[in-house]
């Protein structure tokens, strides 16, 4: 089934257009933080700062990061036509910055005590994309 394909009626599924400076930056070994610096609205160089964050304990940061990638993703999203809810595939690469960053808000808000956003990220995430869920854990 191709990852356009809905079944159900809802809204099709939104898939964002790629970065290819930030994408290209990242791939050449550049800092996620000089990505950011260069390309404020990546989400996943935001996502990656999130996950160098969380991984060397700094849950605080991590959380600040990972809320910043959401938001443009968020921005990113609305730009794209979508409308609130609906599909966001994992499968659409470029799509992963935006969930990516989803999935930290969640880890860092569940590791700061922030049990309701805790839960409605992950079910954002879930509903966005199961296989992305999945993916991250």
């Not at 991590?62 to 036509?81: I, M, V």
């Not at 690469?93 to 839960?119: C, D, S, V, W």
């Amino acid at each position: 089934m191709a990852i356009h394909e809905n079944l159900l009626g809802g809204p099709p599924p939104t898939l964002l257009p790629d970065e290819a400076g930030p994408r290209e930056a990242l791939a050449a070994g550049t800092a996620p933080v000089d990505v950011a610096a260069q390309y404020p609205t990546s989400s996943l160089a935001w996502a990656l700062l999130a996950d160098d964050a969380f991984e060397a304990g700094r849950v605080v940061e991590s959380y600040a990061y990972a809320r910043t990638g959401y938001h443009r993703g968020l921005d990113a999203l609305r730009r794209s036509g979508w409308k609130g809810h609906g599909p966001v595939p994992w499968e659409h690469e470029p799509n992963r910055g935006f969930l990516r960053a989803l999935h930290a808000l969640a880890r860092a808000a569940g590791a700061i005590g922030e049990k309701a956003e805790y839960e409605r990220c992950s079910q954002f995430l879930r509903d966005s994309s199961p296989l992305a869920a999945d993916t991250l854990g």
